[in-house]
């Protein structure tokens, strides 16, 4: 149980042009999905919290013009990167938190490449 | 906000060692705790999470996880590792009465040589 899907794994794109990605609970209900970027050799960064219904909450430093993030269901959220420049190039990854367990379940995450 | 530190980012042992992965986070109130672990080319995966009760937590593929709070510590631990084990493992931390937000530590690459 717990399975997290994303779409698509991989993307390559020309840079202004925006594109989707998202993120599915297969098998369990999420009311709130959070969506990282990962850098190379480098720990994951929390980019905001999705949650179902409403808006989504950014960290600090992240451009929620530029990370469009949708949550318009129980068990899909999507992230649209707008007008992507190259060093939005990144390893997206998605989670969605299962029950009142606290506990993430991560997706296979995104790699997005901007030429 | 948490913050989560790891150290040793690299580890190279052999088949059969014992392995022990340190992780301190810095936060005041009461905490979740958490080991993930990424293999090559894989998601990451829960090995073990710590709630409450028994500060030992067993986890998935022989690896426990102690809590020692006077420590601010949840260090991983497995006394033989197998050549399957090589991944990356990150340790990570959500306040108990916050929002779920996970802090994640810069993780440990993890080889084993066979």
């Known amino acids: 149980g717990a399975v997290v899907s994303q779409h698509p794994s991989r993307v390559i794109c020309k840079s202004g042009t925006s594109v989707k990605i998202e993120c599915r609970s297969l098998d369990f209900q999420a009311t709130t999905m959070f969506w990282y970027r990962q850098f190379p050799k480098k720990s994951l960064m929390l980019m905001a919290t999705s949650n179902e219904g409403s808006k989504a909450t950014y960290e600090q430093g992240v451009e929620k013009d530029k990370f469009l993030i949708n949550h318009a269901s129980l068990t899909l959220s999507t992230l649209t990167v707008t007008s992507a420049h190259p060093e939005d190039s990144s390893f997206y990854i998605c989670?969605?938190?299962?029950?009142?367990?606290?506990?993430?379940?991560f997706g296979p995450g995104t790699r997005l490449l901007v030429l | 906000a948490q913050s989560v530190s790891q150290h040793n980012h690299h580890v190279i042992l052999s088949e059969a060692a014992s392995l022990e992965l340190g992780c301190n986070y810095s936060y005041g109130g009461t905490v979740n705790l958490f080991w993930y672990v990424q293999y090559p080319g894989q998601h990451l995966q829960l090995l073990l999470k710590y709630f409450s009760g028994d500060p030992l937590v067993k986890g998935i593929k022989g690896f426990e996880a102690e809590f020692i709070k006077s420590k601010f510590s949840f260090n991983l631990r497995k006394p033989s590792v197998q050549w399957s084990d090589t991944a990356e493992y990150f340790c990570a931390v959500n306040a108990r009465s916050g929002n779920n937000r996970l802090a994640f530590g810069k993780g440990n690459q993890v080889v084993v040589i066979p």
């Open positions: 989670s969605a938190l299962a029950g009142v367990g606290e506990t993430q379940y």
